[in-house]
């Protein structure tokens, strides 16, 4: 069966986008799902041993500035503060946004268009998403 996006509205009158195929879910179902990935990376990526803010990226704190992990941890932090079954469509996608940024740079230049490992199938099905938002 074939995936597709589904546009309809609920029943207090909101515009709401359903994935269809093997199953059925919310758009914002689909964007949480979307967002463990680069969550697990960025995690491992992220080394929070000598952190004495214990992962909590603060910006009035010039370690957390000036820290090498502050894009990864920044991102942490923010997405820690989002509940996916309460978060916006555009807050999550937000969030998919700058994890897309943030895997894609960690993929180096002699990726193929058409490779298929795990970062590059995650980076292909969130672009898809976001151009399917778009329309």
Known sequence: MAREFVKHTDAEGTDMATLTGTRTRTITGHLANLLEYPNWLIERDVDFTNCKFDG????????????????????????????????????????????????????????????SCEACEWLCSARQLLRSQSR
């Open 56 to 115: 909590n990226f603060d910006d009035s704190q010039v370690a957390c500035v000036n820290c090498q992990y502050e894009a990864g941890c920044k991102w942490l932090t923010g997405l820690r503060n989002i509940n996916p079954a309460t978060a916006s469509v555009s807050e999550l996608t937000g969030a998919l946004r700058i994890a897309i940024g943030y895997v894609g740079a960690r993929q180096s230049a002699g990726h193929q268009k058409n490779c």
